[in-house]
């Protein structure tokens, strides 16, 4: 049985496993939610369990900016610094290190084998 790598992101066209510059630069800055391979310029998505993933740190990111962070008996500088870093571990470590590629098929009808009315 073949072991699987826990933080890969693998395109399901062409197996092409994505570099930590790829993922930053081709997936996490580009705000879509589809993007295209590097290697074979196919479009692919990222996988349900790395939008889940990315939704949850997200929301966490943002509950600590707005109500943790704020009440922490610390100086206003000190907690820019704080907030700074959680963005940076969300932008830089989080989202590159567990994303993950799913090609998905949609159920699209095809509207030349309909017979029209």
Known sequence: ??????????????HH??????????????????????????YIEPSTKSVVFEY?????????IV???????????????IVLFLFFVYTFIFVPLTVRFEEIHYNIKDKSNEKGN
């Open 1 to 14: 049985m073949a072991k699987k790598e826990f933080h890969t992101a693998v395109c399901p066209h062409c």
């Open 17 to 42: 496993k994505w570099t930590y510059k790829e993922k930053l630069l081709g997936y996490m800055i580009k705000p879509r939610s589809r993007t295209r391979c590097p290697n074979c310029k196919e």
């Open 56 to 64: 949850i740190a997200l929301a966490l990111l943002i509950i600590s």
């Open 67 to 81: 109500f943790i962070v704020p009440n922490l008996p610390i100086l206003n500088s000190t907690r820019i610094i």
